[in-house]
């Protein structure tokens, strides 16, 4: 039991263990019928990162730690990332070529700040010397390798399998999220379990908090919109992915879910604004309609609780400490939440001690949190890198409809870590870096196309 207390944020005798085993071992089966069907030219690598991405926060209880090697856990990410560095290294040494880990003579803009921001990080927590900073920076390292690990692939039928992957473990965790919600709240739940309102509890899906949940689902809309041709099947998926948001009860995600959904309608498939109109009129009907009947029940909900108690005012006074303090250590910054300042000013806003010790939570913006930890010149070039890759993959959406993909999903870390702390490797944060790194290798693959048919 003492192994799967960590994972479980309430009574372990409402864990039935096999049916997440069972899960994981039909998400093997068909990671495996999805590698073998497609003509990948990497089906290692794939098989694990499509694991990955079927199974969500399930394969934790997979980790594992190599005896005599403590600090060390084996975890499926940590997987991927060394099965793409061995692939990179094994193929520059085969070729005979000199290695280079960055290959492109031309790389993206968003690629320096993001080295920056890594060698600011590391600078920090190396220079503060906080408990196990070694974790950060590894993490901050795994980050790159993923991204330019996924670039350096250069193969459609390996984004294929990540899209459809996606797309499946949407499925599963949006069917999962409406049986949490309507029938039983601990059925495969893993991780937290926030109240909604009522005796209704927010759904997880196959993740560990609904907010990595409504994310992963807006995700695999985008792919939905690019992949699905279909339009009967297309419309069900968006609706089957967008009940599973909803089930998630996280204001956020309801803001970006339409925010991409109005991108995606208005900028890339061109429909006329009266039609949007209409549907958006119809919709708030609806939601009208229903919190009539429920108006007591949500007016008492943790979800307007939780509103009430941690406003927009009261995220100010996290924002503002952090403008106030960071004058202190302006170019490394603290290094992490563990300190005095932070105790000392979180005790004051909150009232907690398990918020002021960093037990749980944080200064919820991903932006602050970069300041905050490690400086403005690490927070300066983390916001370039998150804000960069938006304009560069929309400019290239006209040329093929599968940067749309990158495109969304960057939009969608951009407005996450406004009121979300995304650093690496959260598993949005990993979600960012595969698909930053499949933008950029099929943005390889035009390039090389381009270049055959000129010679």
């Given at each position: 039991m003492g192994k799967y207390a960590r994972y479980f944020y309430f009574d372990l005798d409402k864990v039935h263990y096999e049916h997440f085993y069972l899960y994981m071992l039909i998400a093997a089966i068909v990671a495996l019928y999805l590698v073998l069907k497609s003509q990948s030219k990497f089906k290692l690598e794939m098989f694990?990162?499509?694991?990955?991405?079927?199974?969500?926060?399930?394969?934790?209880?997979?980790?594992?730690k190599i005896p005599g090697i403590s600090f060390f856990e084996v975890q499926i990410v940590r997987v991927v990332y060394l099965l793409l560095l061995f692939r990179m290294v094994r193929d520059k040494v085969f070729s005979g070529t000199r290695f280079n880990f960055v290959d492109d003579k031309k790389l993206p803009w968003f690629v320096l700040p993001l080295f920056l921001y890594v060698l600011f990080l590391s600078l920090s927590v190396l220079y503060t010397g906080v408990e196990k900073g070694y974790v950060t920076i590894i993490d901050s390292v795994a980050f790159i390798l993923i991204v330019f690990g996924i670039s350096s692939l250069k193969d459609q039928h390996s984004y294929d399998i990540i899209g459809k992957s996606i797309i499946i473990g949407a499925i599963a965790s949006s069917i999962i999220s409406l049986l949490q919600l309507t029938i039983n709240p601990f059925f495969l739940r893993i991780g937290d379990d926030r109240a909604a309102f009522g005796n209704f509890i927010r759904s997880n899906g196959i993740f560990d908090t609904e907010y990595f949940n409504s994310y992963y689902l807006i995700v695999a809309i985008t792919w939905v919109l690019v992949m699905v041709k279909n339009k009967i099947l297309r419309a069900f998926l968006v609706t089957l992915f967008t009940l599973g948001v909803i089930c998630s009860f996280q204001r956020m995600s309801w803001i970006i879910l339409f925010l991409v959904i109005v991108i995606y309608f208005i900028f890339i498939a061109k429909v006329s604004l009266a039609r949007l109109l209409f549907a958006a009129v119809a919709g708030f009907a609806i939601i009208l309609s229903l919190s009539v009947f429920y108006y007591q029940d949500i007016m008492?909900?943790?979800?307007?609780?939780?509103?009430?108690?941690?406003?927009?005012?009261?995220?100010?006074e996290y924002y503002s400490f952090v403008l106030n303090n960071i004058g202190k250590k302006p170019f490394l910054g603290f290094g992490d939440l563990k300190n005095e300042v932070y105790y000392e000013n979180l005790l004051r806003i909150t009232g907690k001690r398990s918020r002021a010790t960093a037990e749980e939570g944080d200064l919820h913006s991903g932006y602050f949190m970069s300041m905050f930890q490690y400086g403005i010149p690490a927070f300066v070039c983390f916001l370039l890198f998150v804000l960069l890759p938006i304009p560069y993959y929309l400019r290239l959406v006209k040329f093929k409809i599968?940067?749309?993909?990158?495109?969304?999903?960057?939009?969608?870390?951009?407005?996450?870590?406004?009121?979300?702390?995304?650093?690496?490797?959260?598993?949005?944060?990993?979600?960012?870096?595969?698909?930053?790194?499949?933008?950029?290798?099929?943005?390889?693959?035009?390039?090389?196309?381009?270049?055959?048919?000129?010679?």
């Open positions: 694990f990162l499509s694991f990955y991405l079927l199974t969500g926060s399930f394969n934790v209880l997979l980790n594992f008492k909900s943790s979800l307007v609780q939780d509103r009430l108690t941690d406003s927009v005012e009261g995220r100010q599968y940067f749309m993909v990158p495109f969304l999903v960057s939009v969608l870390y951009f407005v996450g870590n406004l009121t979300n702390s995304f650093l690496f490797l959260k598993y949005l944060s990993v979600l960012y870096a595969i698909h930053i790194g499949i933008g950029m290798g099929v943005r390889k693959i035009e390039t090389s196309q381009l270049t055959k048919i000129t010679n």
